[in-house]
């Protein structure tokens, strides 16, 4: 079983609209949650950290359910330049476990 | 401040040969990690630096793989013999704290 697990869309949505898609996670004793953002051929960047009480970074909200094991990312008003690959991340000491990304289109 | 800087930045070589990537993490970081990206794996930790020692080099596929961290400011991956299956994008990360910053990565194509 992969360590974190995402669904890998694409999800082709027009521009406003809202998107919303999650990843579910093995390791119970994961101390920090990410979600980061891969545009084609480029680095992966952090979007935001994800915290327990859920949090909002402009048009970007995230929320974690530790007892599920579940993390989820919604983006509103969706631009052109959201289109991505988006990652969901989670830390266990140092270590950083990727999910394989979930491709997001966002359409004029 | 200046990122993660890594070179070179694409790197096309024949089998066999020896390859060296450089990484440069951002100042005051004191964690460094090497990655391997491909379609087939996806984002794969190969080492992790801890104040320019290694903590953890498990994902290192094999022997012909090798990593250094001479100071805090410079670190090196060195495949040898390099082979067709090596030919990836190679990150560096560094952090000093949860959160990792990425390199623009080295594009490795081994013919």
């Known amino acids: 079983r992969k360590e974190v697990e995402q669904d890998p869309g694409p999800f082709n949505v027009p521009e406003g609209a809202t998107v919303a898609f999650n990843c579910t996670y093995s390791?119970?004793?994961?101390?920090?949650f990410f979600w980061y953002r891969q545009d084609c051929r480029k680095e992966p960047k952090l979007l935001m950290s994800?915290?327990?009480s859920g949090n909002e970074d402009g048009r970007f909200t995230a929320q974690l359910n530790r007892a599920s094991q579940y993390i989820s990312l919604l983006i509103r008003d969706s631009k052109l330049s959201d289109s991505a690959t988006y990652l969901c991340?989670?830390?266990?000491?140092?270590?950083?476990?990727f999910g394989a990304g979930t491709t997001v289109t966002v359409r004029a | 401040d200046a990122g993660v800087i890594q070179s070179p930045r694409h790197e096309v070589t024949e089998m066999g040969q020896e390859v060296t990537l450089r990484c440069k993490p951002i100042?005051?970081?004191?964690?460094l990690f090497w990655y391997r990206q491909t379609m087939m794996r996806g984002l794969e930790l190969l080492i992790y630096?801890?104040?320019?020692?290694?903590?953890?080099d498990s994902g290192m596929p094999e022997d012909r793989f090798s990593a250094k961290m001479p100071n805090a400011s410079f670190s090196t991956l060195k495949i040898q013999p390099s082979e067709p299956r090596d030919s990836a994008v190679y990150f560096c990360?560094?952090?000093?704290?949860?959160?990792?910053?990425f390199g623009p990565g080295t594009r490795l194509t081994v013919t």
């Open positions: 990360a560094s952090s000093r704290s949860y959160e990792q910053y």
């Open positions: 390791n119970s004793a994961s101390q920090s």
């Open positions: 994800v915290y327990s």
């Open positions: 991340v989670v830390n266990a000491d140092y270590k950083l476990s």
């Open positions: 100042s005051g970081h004191n964690s």
């Open positions: 630096f801890n104040n320019n020692v290694p903590i953890d």
